[in-house]
């Protein structure tokens, strides 16, 4: 929203009322920045988190080399689905850390106010908060937007983990083995969750759309 078009819009001459909405928005503001702080965390977390499972995931992958596992195409794919899930968290992450600053006031606003009267200067700094409150919901959007991103694939990630244990453990413990179309038909569908997972989320699942 541009200034012109809420300084059009902020008419009451009632100083008690503009001193009311001046609170309200600066509330509304506080709020808003606490939610990009909190994603900010978040991101940094999910970071950390990410990072940690790449490394017991390289571990796992000696592990299954020692053994010729990476010999099985399920066991090739569940090990690469899960390291293209930690590489899109991480990404999102980053991501979500890198939303550039947008627009802020600074203290130059005092001196435009000089001049003016009581209700004129609560009227004019009305409108540039309001108008900075505008500038603060797409960043913070766009922040929790890739902080979701990064939470959904780092979920996936360790579903996708634990269930190559879970094979692993059949195959070493119960002598399991699964024929060929089953093995196929397992790696269409993780090529598909790992590329897709997102998209079905936020469109199907009606979670996020940016």
């Not at 001049?115 to 540039?128: H, I, V």
């Not at 692993?168 to 093995?183: A, D, P, T």
């Given at each position: 929203m541009k200034a012109e078009d809420i300084r059009s819009k902020v008419t009451s001459e009632n100083l008690s009322i503009l001193k009311r909405s001046l609170l309200f928005v600066d509330d509304r503001l506080a709020l808003l920045r606490e939610r990009g702080k909190q994603a900010e965390t978040r991101a940094?977390?999910?970071?950390?988190?990410?990072s940690i499972?790449?490394?017991?995931?390289?571990?796992?992958g000696k592990s299954l080399e020692k053994l010729k596992l990476f010999n099985s195409v399920l066991f090739a794919a569940l090990y690469l689905a899960v390291i293209f899930f930690i590489i899109k968290s991480i990404y999102y992450s980053i991501k979500a850390l890198w939303v550039l600053k947008g627009n802020e006031l600074n203290t130059d606003l005092v001196f435009e106010l000089q001049?003016?009267?009581?209700?004129?200067?609560?009227?004019?700094?009305?409108?540039?908060k309001i108008w900075e409150y505008w500038q603060y919901i797409p960043l913070t959007n766009e922040k929790l937007f890739w902080l979701n991103r990064s939470q959904r694939n780092t979920v996936a990630a360790l579903i996708t983990y634990m269930f190559l244990g879970m094979v692993?453990?059949?195959?070493?413990?119960?002598?399991?083995?699964?024929?060929?179309?089953?093995?196929g038909l397992a790696v269409v569908f993780l090529v598909s969750f790992v590329l897709f997972i997102d998209i079905a989320m936020e469109r199907l699942g009606n979670v996020w759309k940016k």
């Open positions: 940094t977390a999910m970071l950390a988190v990410s499972l790449a490394g017991f995931v390289v571990h796992f001049d003016f009267s009581e209700s004129e200067a609560a009227r004019y700094e009305l409108t540039w692993l453990y059949l195959e070493m413990k119960l002598g399991f083995s699964s024929y060929w179309i089953v093995n």
